[in-house]
């Protein structure tokens, strides 16, 4: 078996952070090195503690997880209780985490990791709003050169966006941690709603979940009975986009995904467009290529990984 990869998990639970995680901890070929908390889908206060709910369902009491940025860098806290409830994890009852919350900032944690590790051996994934890494590399620019790469949810182009007509949520909660992460100069692999949108958890694939008999496969449903409901009004589709997993799933199987390298900017001037990532697709400008943006993913494949690594736990 090759040395798994290594990566932090920065997350805002989120019932599709939920199934992100899971997913990451039924897959040998990953090592969490730590996940760190931020405020996003619900405050910080509620995202740190759902990590340490999906820690104690999955049975991994021992994955350290260390509470981060309590609010965006500029502008005031978004959240989306109307998406995934008062908790960020409604749906099944999961009880109280007693795993402890480490004392470490998250960005500290996120700094001192990669300065300590091997050059080029930890990989972030960003599952919510981008200001810990923000943060983490306005305080050690140093870090930027030593991180394999950065692969994370955020931001829509074709499919325009899910909070504003032009933003996604996470890119629009902190589009100046998202300016400050484009511009790092660090690998970059985008999963926008681009992507997601065609990952869609219809009622047969989350049934696939609940058939595993298990105590994940059950809350797993449960956690996207929940989610879906908001998306399936909006859209009027058979099941809801199943967002954050598409992260863990390309370090997995990256041939499950197809897109192509473009220039990302994103907008932080205009309240009309306030966190629209502007995707050069077909590269009409001169700016730099600065990350591999996916369009198109293998929906089977994916679920088909999802059941497969879920019911390892």
């Not at 500029?74 to 908790?87: D, L, N, S, Y």
């Not at 749906?91 to 590790?117: C, K």
């Not at 890494?133 to 829509?156: C, D, S, T």
């Not at 199943?242 to 473009?262: K, M, S, T, W």
Request: aromatic content about 6%; some cysteine.
């Amino acid at each position: 078996m090759p040395i798994p990869r290594r990566i932090i998990i920065d997350t805002d639970p989120g019932q599709d952070d939920a199934v992100a995680i899971l997913l990451a901890l039924g897959s040998p070929e990953l090592e969490i090195v730590g996940i760190t908390a931020v405020a996003g889908n619900v405050p910080l206060g509620l995202t740190e503690k759902n990590a340490r709910k999906i820690c104690e369902l999955a049975g991994r009491p021992d994955i350290k997880v260390y509470p981060g940025a309590v609010r965006p860098l500029v502008r005031r806290p978004v959240t989306a209780e109307h998406v995934h409830g008062k908790t960020g994890l409604d749906g099944p009852s999961l009880p109280e985490p007693t795993m402890p919350l480490q004392e470490q900032h998250a960005v500290d944690f996120i700094v001192e990791t990669v300065m300590n590790e091997e050059s080029g051996s930890i990989t972030l994934c960003p599952l919510g709003p981008l200001t810990n890494i923000a943060l983490a590399l306005n305080r050690e620019p140093r870090i930027a050169p030593r991180i394999r790469e950065i692969v994370l949810m955020g931001g829509g182009f074709f499919e325009g966006g899910n909070v504003t007509p032009t933003a996604e949520f996470n890119i629009y909660v902190d589009p100046h941690a998202a300016d400050v992460v484009f511009h790092s100069g660090i690998p970059i692999v985008v999963m926008p709603l681009d992507v997601t949108h065609k990952a869609l958890t219809t009622a047969k694939r989350v049934q696939a979940f609940r058939a595993l008999g298990s105590k994940v496969g059950e809350a797993a449903a449960a956690l996207l009975d929940f989610f879906e409901r908001f998306d399936e009004e909006k859209y009027g589709t058979d099941g809801g986009p199943l967002h954050d997993p598409c992260v863990i799933a390309y370090l997995l199987r990256p041939e499950l995904f197809n897109g192509r390298q473009c220039n990302v900017a994103v907008e932080i001037a205009s309240e009309l467009t306030m966190g629209m990532t502007v995707v050069d697709w077909w590269g009409v400008t001169d700016r730099p290529k600065n990350a591999l943006v996916m369009r198109d993913i293998d929906a089977d494949g994916f679920f088909a990984l999802l059941t497969e690594r879920l019911g390892r736990l």
